[in-house]
C-alpha cells in the first residue's frame, strides 16, 4: 500500500493553536518501530523537508485513568510536541510508515480518516477508546470562582 501525502501535511513544529498531523501506523511499519509505540497509541507530528515525519506518541504506558481516551493520548502528545519537551516519547522516521488520518491543534482534532483510525485501535484491542465523532473540541477550562471576602 502506498501512502502519498500532499501539501496539507504540516511542515513544521506547530505553535500554540498552529495545527498538527494525525498519524497511524501502515502495514509498512518495521516491528520495532511499532513495538517502540505500543499497541493503541496517539501519534502526532510533522513532515520534514527530507521526507521524514517527526513524531511524537503517547501510549498510556503505565495505564493512568485520566489517559484512557485516545483523544486524552493525542492531546498530550501534541502538548509535548508543541512545547518540545524532553521524552523518550518522540523519533523522526520514515514517512511511509504512517498514513495522516487528520489533525490536532489547540482548539481540538478534526479526523478526515476514521475509518484508517478504527483499524488502527481495531488491530490494538482498544477499538471502544476511540473518539465517538470525527471532531473534537477541547473544552475550555471554567473560569475560576470569584471568592467574596466581604465588604462589598
Excluded: C
Amino acid at each position: 500500500m502506498t501512502v502519498t501525502f500532499g501539501q496539507d501535511l504540516p511542515q513544521e513544529r506547530p505553535d500554540g493553536d498552529e495545527r498538527a498531523a494525525l498519524f497511524v501506523p501502515t502495514a509498512n511499519i518495521k516491528d520495532e518501530i511499532l513495538q517502540t509505540l505500543r499497541k493503541g497509541a496517539a501519534v502526532v507530528g510533522f513532515g520534514n523537508h527530507d521526507r521524514t515525519v517527526t513524531i511524537y506518541y503517547e501510549s498510556n504506558r503505565f495505564n493512568e485513568p485520566h489517559l484512557a481516551k485516545w483523544e486524552i493520548k493525542a492531546r498530550k502528545a501534541y502538548e509535548r510536541l508543541v512545547e518540545n519537551l524532553p521524552t523518550t516519547s518522540k523519533m523522526t522516521t520514515r514517512l511511509d510508515y504512517f498514513e495522516q488520518v487528520g489533525y490536532i491543534n489547540g482548539k481540538g482534532i478534526t479526523i478526515r480518516r476514521m475509518d484508517s483510525l478504527k483499524r488502527w485501535l481495531e488491530y490494538s484491542d482498544a477499538l471502544d477508546t476511540a473518539p465517538e465523532s470525527e471532531s473534537v473540541p477541547w473544552t475550555p477550562p471554567a473560569p475560576p470562582k470569584k471568592i467574596n471576602l466581604g465588604g462589598d
